[in-house]
């Protein structure tokens, strides 16, 4: 079955500690996006790319970093720059055009212990 | 800028009752798409319904309809005859291009639905 993978589901990082979130596709989606939820609240663009080597940061760039060296694969590093990561990350994708959806991973729920 | 409103942080609506979830929307690029998501407790994201600029007619998709009113901006979900599965947070979503780098989704705060048995 296509869809999007995210992993793992529940993280926790100490303090001054850089942890990596992975998410995979297997829709052959061009464009791969990150967002950031806190409790009750909308979502915030953290990093987005339309294709592979290239992202650009989106609305709360600041302490992350992405790559995208292959078109199925996106991480989002979150580095001890963050200040507050504790956050449910969520991963999507979707193909080109303003009339098509994005398809998003189950998220990962990161806790700063 | 582009944005997305929704003034309504929770709702309740009587099981098999019909419910309104207000969006407005802000873009001054003629062409974009308009989405609704669903999130349940677990925290998945459940896309609904779509509804283009260009489009004349209000999208439906079984008990969930868009009424699209452009000149005023505004893109409300409609859910007919509620049910208890319908509790969730759902999300009105707009996309655009940005700034020459593909599109990109602007999602608004949310309406967090009850459903009363």
């Known amino acids: 079955d296509g869809g999007i993978t995210q992993s793992p589901k529940y993280l926790f990082r100490k303090e001054g500690q850089n942890v990596t979130l992975s998410c995979e596709q297997n829709?052959?989606?061009?464009?791969m996006y990150w967002y950031r939820q806190d409790p009750g609240q909308g979502l915030r663009l953290i990093y987005y790319?339309?294709?592979?080597?290239?992202?650009q940061k989106g609305d709360i760039a600041e302490g992350y970093s992405v790559s995208r060296e292959k078109k199925e694969s996106f991480p989002l590093t979150v580095t001890s720059a963050q200040k507050n990561p504790t956050a449910f990350y969520l991963c999507a994708s979707s193909i080109p055009g303003v009339g098509t959806e994005a398809f998003f991973g189950q998220g990962t729920r990161l806790t700063v212990v | 800028a582009q944005k997305i409103t929704q003034t309504q942080p929770g709702m309740f609506v009587q099981e098999k009752e019909a419910v309104t979830l207000d969006c407005t929307y802000d873009t001054s690029d003629p062409s974009y798409g308009l989405f609704w998501y669903k999130q349940p407790s677990s925290g998945e994201m459940i896309f609904l319904i779509y509804q283009g600029s260009y489009d004349q007619q209000n999208a439906t998709e079984g008990r969930y309809s868009l009424n699209f009113q452009k000149a005023r901006k505004s893109a409300n979900l409609v859910i007919s005859a509620s049910q208890l599965g319908d509790s969730a947070m759902y999300f009105c979503?707009?996309?655009?291009?940005?700034?020459?780098?593909?599109?990109?989704?602007?999602f608004g705060p949310g309406t967090r639905l009850s459903v009363l048995p």
């Open positions: 829709l052959n989606h061009d464009a």
């Open positions: 979503a707009m996309r655009v291009f940005a700034d020459n780098y593909g599109q990109n989704f602007v």
């Open positions: 790319s339309q294709i592979v080597n290239d992202f």
